[in-house]
């Protein structure tokens, strides 16, 4: 790809290829090092040049910015390139071998968004069975995140032991409640960025159904607790669910895990 620099002369540029919780992690950090009316830029593309040019705003601006110095107007609406962005992202699940499973959210039985895994199944195959055999039961489904450490992670996956009428639990439900601990299988997927998919342990080889996500670099974490997936998508979700209020960590009103399945954009 060419663009027309300052000197009127094409200078090449190179196009990196980002998913979105990628990108939103780049959004994060140019804010930050951009700074002054950068901070107010909310989310979509983000425009900025050299240093003595620094922040320009978002595409609209950046139009108004290249036309001023190249006259030159870009024929394509927005639009395209947003259909042009989730073709290239629905191509790249599609045709990958990897597996993405989606956790869609509520708080308050509000919908809060959603947010989307890719599994580490080349790191941690077993691990990674065993959280599907829970997605694909719907056992995660209804359950909560009961802790949520801003700065750290959010924790959940408690499965709850359906009831029957005369408030005994179920007896085919308790199987589904009580799941046989698994080995601690590979260390190797590290917790370096928000997003890391764990699950929780009581010790070493007691891994069940709790599961977590970090909301930033948590490498105290690593040797000490199983990760198995990574974010793609739904930075804002993970936001949100940090964000959220909670009293001594405990969510002051439920976030439910509504839904849990495969991901198929």
């Not at 042009?84 to 919908?111: I, N, Q």
């Not at 070493?204 to 490498?219: D, L």
């Amino acid at each position: 790809m060419s663009v027309i620099a300052d000197d009127a002369e094409y200078a090449d540029v190179d196009v990196k290829p980002l998913l979105p919780a990628d990108y939103d992690l780049f959004l994060e950090k140019a804010r930050t090092v951009l700074g002054g009316a950068a901070w107010k830029h909310t989310g979509g593309v983000i425009c900025y040049a050299d240093s003595t040019v620094g922040y320009i705003g978002d595409a609209a601006a950046m139009a108004e910015w290249a036309f001023s110095r190249t006259r030159f107007r870009d024929s394509e609406p927005d639009e395209a390139y947003a259909l042009h962005a989730l073709d290239a992202y629905r191509t790249h699940v599609r045709e990958s071998a990897e597996t993405y499973v989606e956790l869609a959210l509520t708080h308050g039985g509000e919908p809060m968004g959603s947010l989307v895994f890719r599994l580490a199944e080349e790191s941690a195959p077993k691990t990674v069975s065993h959280f599907l055999s829970l997605v694909q039961s719907s056992a995660y489904s209804g359950s909560s995140w009961h802790r949520i450490s801003p700065g750290a992670f959010a924790q959940g996956g408690v499965l709850q032991q359906p009831q029957r009428a005369d408030g005994a639990a179920d007896g085919g439900a308790e199987a589904r409640a009580e799941v046989a601990p698994l080995a601690d299988e590979s260390f190797a997927l590290p917790h370096d960025a928000p997003g890391v998919l764990g699950f929780a342990n009581a010790g070493p080889h007691t891994i069940g159904t709790q599961i977590y996500v970090t909301f930033g670099p948590m490498r105290t974490l690593d040797r000490k607790y199983v990760a198995f997936g990574r974010l793609v998508d739904g930075l804002g979700t993970l936001r949100a669910l940090e964000a959220a209020p909670t009293v001594n960590e405990v969510p002051a009103t439920p976030i439910v895990i509504a839904a849990a399945r495969l991901h198929e954009p």
